[in-house]
């Protein structure tokens, strides 16, 4: 499932060719994704123009004049086309502007999402009614972190992919970070000293810049708008890398819990 890092490179492809542009054709091509498509989406973004993208967690947002954003979400296997030669079949919503470029949402799996909501609505939307800080933040710190699992038994790996205490991260970033803060991921969260805490959040924003820059990690579908695949998966320390030797000489250890993985090391994570 594409993550933070590649819904930001996702938003940052999308910039230049929608952002202060008016959207000429706005056409569903089904009614329907994981939900569905809002019945009134194409009369609203229709020669609306794009005053902003953003992102929030994993979500992409599409703000325009009109005082709509319409949110995206890339579900499984999502992604964005920029002016495709020709449609294809789960090409699911088409946009074109007025200088004739065309940006096309595939989705093959169809677990991604559209909603359009008005922007003074956005932070009661669901899924960030209740949704924690983002990990770039200055609110997210090892204060934060400490604060927010007082007393709490849940293992570390666990509270941190919670979108309730902090937004957007996933899998593979979670085991990455907890690796170069030398944090056990099954460790329970209410034991972990504010230093450490400290440590773990400063690892958190360098594996999330760090894979940014490096435009996401591909993983099966997952492309950048511009049809190029991230590389960060060449920089990854242990996920996907069970039985290989950790840069301490030990193997990376691959544990499975309620259908997901954990890659870690046990001798530098303790």
Known sequence: MPE????ETTVAGLRPVLEGKK????EPRRPDLRRPIPTDLRQRMTGARVTQLTRRAKY???ETDRNDVMIFHL???GRWRIDPSELEKHDHLLLETEDNRRLVLNDPRRFGSLDLVRVQDLDDFPAFAKMGPEPLSDDFNGTYLKAVTKDRKAPI???LLDQRTVAGLGNIYVCEALFLAGIDPAGMSGGISKLRYDKLATA???VLLSAIAAGGSSLRDYARPDGELGYFSKQWLVYGREGEECVCGAPVIRKVDSGRSTFYCKKCQS
């Open 75 to 77: 579900g499984m296997s």
């Open 204 to 206: 958190i924003k360098q």
């Open 4 to 7: 933070l890092p590649e819904v």
């Open 60 to 62: 992409g947002l599409i």
């Open 157 to 159: 790996k666990q509270v």
């Open 23 to 26: 959207l000429t054709v706005v």
